[in-house]
């Protein structure tokens, strides 16, 4: 099974760490070749004269510069801001609806994630053509959907096949679920998808079982044991990969303790429980050491980490939790900020500002009318310093190690 080093390749943002945090991230530098000093003559073979000689100059040790993370480098500095930005915002694209044109050539959008119930693989296959038919010199978009199986299933009818829901999964145990992601990765691969935004490694509180709404109550879970649940997770991711798509892990740091769904509401979306040394993050972890092409952020509140502010704009979450704590130096994104109630009261500009400053990469929007907004904002923000500015190259690069991890970057 391939392991993805790609995504791993740029160091950790340089953000100080929760000093209480006992995890170590586990993060490993790049090689360097070389070693001491060659060369040196032994002294007792000087021929009397008590003098080491040395017969050759001391090498230096040497790094070898990965070509995929060259080529990478070479691409980003190749794009314009506007192009950078870009990489950096998701658009939904509602079943039955005109592929949003200007997101691709006025916009330079990253990439696109399909929306409802699309059930006709002919057309699924006719907006991927449509996505990826642009200037010559533009960089190919990032094609997602949101497959998990049961209840939420984009793809239906001769697009993709049935499978069961997390739930279901997770009390059969880890072969069905491996079984469950090889059709769905082998589903998404033939109708030309990248990225799957799942599994859910959100562990769901038993004392609230169907009563927690996003989760729970649509079956969504593979249960609220966190060392079985990290299990099917590592299953999830691991299959995924071997058929080619990359895995979503969702919605860190947990959505299993809330009450209410935040794409519906901005009230009962506060998780007073969930800390940084909490055992429902187990699932995240497993799924980060499965080789995870992404996380997803959600957009409920978590007081222990940080009060009052939503996970994806918290820099507590991303930058001391995810990238310090657990060591993910992969693509972190939003959950929906186009159209969910709970952020409704941000600004739209600061739905992406305020991420990137948190750590996070790209943002999602599931109304395709912001994605102009957004990469507007996104730009901007990058303009208003140098720290900024490199900011916003550390993520859209960390989006192109996906795209050329997936294959919709070529040398």
């Known amino acids: 099974m391939r392991r993805r080093q790609l995504l791993l390749a740029s160091p950790v943002l340089a953000a100080a760490a929760c000093t209480a945090l006992e995890e170590d991230p586990g993060t490993t530098g790049p090689s360097e070749g070389g070693g001491a000093p060659a060369g040196t003559a032994d002294p007792s073979d000087a021929g009397g004269t008590g003098t080491p000689e040395r017969t050759d100059a001391p090498t230096e040790p040497t790094r070898t510069e990965d070509p995929a993370e060259a080529a990478i480098q070479e691409r980003l500095d190749a794009l314009d801001p506007r192009g950078i930005a870009g990489q950096l915002v998701l658009v939904g694209i509602p079943a039955g609806t005109e592929f949003p044109r200007s997101t691709r050539t006025d916009d330079q959008v990253g990439g696109y994630f399909l929306l409802g119930v699309w059930e006709s693989a002919e057309e699924v296959e006719a907006m991927v053509a449509a996505a990826q038919d642009g200037p010559e010199d533009a960089v190919p978009p990032l094609l997602a959907v949101d497959q998990e199986g049961g209840q939420v299933r984009m793809l239906r009818g001769d697009a993709a096949s049935e499978v069961d829901s997390a739930a279901t999964l997770g009390e059969e145990g880890t072969e069905a679920v491996a079984t469950a992601y090889r059709t769905i990765g082998e589903d998404l691969a033939a109708r030309g998808l990248h990225l ?206 996906v795209k050329t991890a997936r294959g919709v970057l070529t040398s």
């Not at 310090?324 to 994104?333: A, I, K, R, T």
């Open 196 to 401: 799957d935004l799942a599994p859910v490694a959100d562990v769901v509180d038993p004392q609230l079982g169907d009563a927690n709404e996003p989760v729970g109550g649509l079956d969504r879970g593979f249960g609220t044991d966190p060392t079985a649940v990290a299990d099917c997770v590592t299953a999830a991711v691991e299959t995924l990969d071997e058929a080619g798509i990359g895995a979503t892990l969702k919605h860190f740091p947990g959505l299993g303790r809330v009450e209410q769904n935040t794409d519906f509401s901005a009230e009962g979306i506060v998780d007073e429980t969930t800390g940084p040394r909490d055992p429902f993050l187990e699932p995240f972890r497993a799924g980060i050491a499965a080789g995870t092409d992404a996380v997803m952020l959600s957009s409920a509140i978590y007081p222990r980490l940080e009060d009052g502010v939503p996970a994806m704009f918290s820099a507590a979450c991303v930058q001391d939790l995810l990238r310090d704590q657990l060591g993910f130096d992969g693509l972190v994104v939003t959950d929906d900020i186009g159209a969910a109630e709970a952020v409704a009261d941000v600004p739209v500009a600061d739905r992406a500002t305020r991420l990137l400053a948190a750590g996070g990469d790209a943002v999602l929007t599931a109304d395709p009318g912001l994605a102009g907004q957004l990469v507007d904002a996104i730009e901007d923000w990058a303009a208003q310093s140098s720290e900024q500015e490199q900011r916003v190259r550390e993520s859209a690069a960390r989006m192109l190690r």
